[in-house]
């Protein structure tokens, strides 16, 4: 054999062999190229979630070599289907209403929650939206309903700021109920966002904002911030962010869809608190604790500021000693 067939069977070789070590790796999943194993950790979140969470996996990834911290963000209401409907593997789920992990996941899917964080309802907008030099707390509502306004929410039946959206507006026709002369306002601001208006989580109508299709959505106050916009900031007797309100707030109820086809469900107003749990059974329950005790912690805490979210401290929870032992100094029984 020649010396050039030599050398092209040794490359041919040499090939073939690399080529079966890629075809394993990526088969299993389970080691880099440097052979450090390979772990996952899936959480599913809530959309105006992402940037803190964003932040929280890369801390994780940079204090543990080789784990891949997978965010799956959606709606909240979508993030705990992944779980019970769809039956998909997770580690941690988050969800923008803490009250639908205990209703929809306890005691199935999970033992306990975690009360991490608040927020507020407000109304964003951007510097070529119309009427923005004149729209105040006492007149946004007339602003919204002219003619030549168009502004949009998330879909109730979807995202807890959608609802919530509605439970703001509810509060809204009591709180100007003097000025409204018997008008319902609910109503009419439900007849003037059309379906083309309404998206499934909050961070799908920033576009619809840039783009200048709407010029005001309902937005939580952390995602306004997050990304540049200009917002009003409603009376805290109907942005649900005050827990010296609560018994207002759970004066009111609107009707969004169930979680079973054909199905309805009651929502009473409540101040927005943010909830955390660890699935039962998860896939890296090593990890899950990490990232939950991070979340919970001060460093956790440090992060939903830096984001413009008012942090929860120490954690409430409905069930402590449900709850991992490790995290059980960062929880507090909750008094709500």
Known sequence: MSRYRSLTCVVRRAGLCLALAVAVGCGS?????????????????AASLTLPFVAIEKLMEERFPGLNVICESSSSRMAIRKVT???????????????????????????????????????????????RDQINQDNWYEILLREDVNYGQADPNNAPV???????WKLASHHYADKLQGRDLFEELKANCPTRNIRPHCNE?????????????????????QHHLTWLKL???????????KDLYAKTKV?????MKGTTAIKTGKPILYGATMVRDPQNREMALEFLKILFGPEGQKILEENFQEGVAPVYCDNVQAAPEVLRELLRPADF
């Open 205 to 225: 109508l920033i576009p619809l904002l840039e783009s200048l299709a709407l010029d005001y959505t309902f937005q939580y106050r952390s995602v306004a911030l």
């Open 255 to 259: 009707e969004i869809s169930g979680r």
């Open 85 to 131: 409907d769809l039956q998909r593997k997770a580690d941690i789920v988050a969800s923008a209403d803490e009250a639908l992990i205990r209703s929809q996941m306890m005691p199935d899917y999970a033992d306990w929650v975690g009360t991490f964080a608040r927020n507020r309802v407000v109304i964003a907008y951007t510097e070529r939206s119309r009427y």
């Open 162 to 168: 959608g609802y919530r959206t509605w439970l703001t």
């Open 29 to 45: 999943g389970k080691e880099t190229a440097e052979g450090v194993k390979k772990q996952k950790l899936l959480v599913y979140h």
């Open 235 to 245: 009376p805290e007797e109907i942005d649900l962010g005050s827990e010296k309100h």
